[in-house]
């Protein structure tokens, strides 16, 4: 597609439940990246994928945090366990192969992750 | 690591007159990227401008253009004629040449407010 598309929209959960959350990147990009935006507005990088590949891992909280770009599907965050500092807007974004000399970074919309 | 600084927590500005939005960072790196973001209450990360380190020449979209110092490490955004649309979080954001450096580090933001 031409827009980064992300799902749900907005989640809701229990301390200690799961969270999934979906990313269907630019069509033709190579690269989409995963940030969190917690509500004082900061951004912070979770990780990124050339492809199927991780890129690079240096935001993620492993212990709880995983997340993949499997071919053919949407990629994915997951959160096991979450706590209440997990509620955040996750934005998921993509960028072309370096190779065709742009390098900016398209936003979805975000998923809203509202922990209770 | 690279910072990125946005002095400026809230702006407020009068339509159809002029505004700038400060942005300086931080880094090691010769070659990089720089750009300025909106964010509207929908929350939706729309880019507004990029200038890439190694031209001299700022970038300009429409009413819309910076201020690059690459010596002053400083990035300055200018509204010219501000619409009521223009009303947003604005976010600077650097993103280096390769490797790790590929993701967005972001500024803290400026809140603008365009009135009547």
């Known amino acids: 597609g031409e827009e980064v598309a992300q799902t749900p929209k907005h989640l809701v959960r229990g301390e200690g439940q799961k969270a999934k959350l979906y990313c269907a990147p630019i069509k033709g990009h190579s690269y989409v990246f995963w940030y969190q935006q917690v509500l004082k507005n900061e951004f912070k990088f979770l990780i990124s994928?050339?492809?199927?590949?991780?890129?690079?891992e240096t935001g993620m909280p492993k212990e709880r945090f995983s997340a993949k770009c499997l071919p053919n599907s949407p990629c994915s965050l997951e959160i096991q366990a979450t706590k209440l500092e997990d509620s955040a807007v996750y934005f998921c974004?993509?960028?072309?192969?370096?190779?065709?000399?742009?390098?900016?970074?398209?936003f979805g919309p975000g998923t809203r992750l509202t922990v209770l | 690591a690279q910072t990125v600084t946005q002095s400026q927590p809230e702006m407020s500005v009068q339509e159809a007159e002029t505004v700038t939005l400060s942005c300086t960072y931080d880094?090691?790196?010769?070659?990089?990227?720089l750009f300025w973001y909106k964010q509207p209450p929908s929350r939706q990360m729309i880019l507004v401008i990029r200038?890439?380190?190694?031209?001299?020449q700022n970038a300009t979209e429409n009413r819309f253009s910076v201020n690059f110092q690459k010596a002053a490490k400083s990035f300055s955004l200018k509204i010219s004629d501000s619409q009521l649309g223009d009303t947003a979080m604005y976010f600077c954001a650097f993103r280096g040449e390769t490797g790790t450096a590929s993701k967005l580090t972001f500024g803290t933001g400026t809140r603008l407010q365009v009135t009547l």
């Open positions: 200038q890439e380190a190694y031209k001299q």
């Open positions: 974004a993509s960028s072309p192969y370096r190779g065709t000399g742009t390098d900016t970074q398209y």
């Open positions: 994928f050339q492809n199927e590949n991780v890129f690079d």
């Open positions: 880094t090691s790196e010769n070659n990089y990227y």
